[in-house]
């Protein structure tokens, strides 16, 4: 059974620029969360999608968006980036449902660097 | 609203020695609570879960937790460990609330650093 999997793994980009991230959950998962990890805040939440809807959102500034197409894939999108926004940007996909959505599997991250 | 601590940093033992990571979560409706592990470059990688019942919970890879109601902690342990063990630690909380849906909260990390 393939894992989450998240492209590209490492992204360079300059400021002001736009980046989009993909992440494709574990077959028959309909959830996906994104998270930024940075070495001072740790784990960041990002948002969580079910079903084409975004459920949850963090405290990030309108810029990041995201969306979750109709086969569980998921995007977000940065735009007019930042210093700041150099991160590791985590997905994590889980079952469907409040009820089973005990626990996540990760991906191995996209390292977005902004110079 | 709901939050993890995570008070050590860092946390160095020598090999084959116990280990104890310290946990405290806050959350105002019943929770479920995490243990990942973050090996360099990846990922996270689920350890164990609590999500009812019996509160000594076992994981992957020799790790253990204790679901503590009246301290609010989850600490893990190991009771001995191996220079593969090196890696950072997540602690999360997820609150349940029946119809209702709550996000995942992860601590800011413990450095497990095991030494020869």
């Known amino acids: 059974k393939a894992g989450v999997t998240q492209t590209p793994r490492y992204l360079i980009k300059t400021r002001g620029q736009q980046v989009t991230l993909s992440c494709s959950p574990i077959s028959g998962h309909r959830s996906v969360s994104w998270y930024q990890q940075t070495p001072g805040q740790g784990l960041q939440f990002l948002f969580e999608y079910f079903s084409e809807t975004q459920r949850n959102k963090g405290n990030f500034p309108g810029r990041f968006s995201g969306r979750q197409f109709s086969n569980s894939r998921s995007e977000m999108n940065v735009s007019t980036l930042e210093l700041g926004d150099s991160a590791l940007y985590l997905c994590?996909?889980?079952?469907?449902?409040?009820?089973?959505?005990?626990?996540?599997?990760f991906g191995s991250g996209t390292r977005l660097t902004v110079v | 609203a709901q939050s993890v601590t995570q008070l050590d940093s860092q946390v160095p033992v020598f090999e084959e020695a116990p280990v104890e990571l310290r946990c405290n979560y806050s959350?105002?409706?019943?929770?479920?609570l995490f243990w990942y592990v973050q090996y360099p470059n990846q990922g996270l990688q689920l350890l164990l879960k609590?999500?009812?019942?019996?509160?000594l919970v076992k994981g992957i890879n020799g790790f253990e937790a204790e679901f503590n109601k009246s301290q609010t902690s989850f600490h893990l342990r190991k009771p001995s460990v191996h220079i593969s063990d090196t890696a950072e630690y997540f602690c999360a909380v997820r609150g349940g609330r029946s119809g209702g849906y709550q996000k995942v909260t992860f601590g800011t990390g413990t450095k497990l650093q095991v030494i020869p």
């Open positions: 994590a996909s889980s079952v469907t449902g409040t009820a089973t959505n005990y626990g996540y599997t």
């Open positions: 959350s105002s409706v019943s929770v479920y």
């Open positions: 609590y999500l009812s019942g019996s509160t």
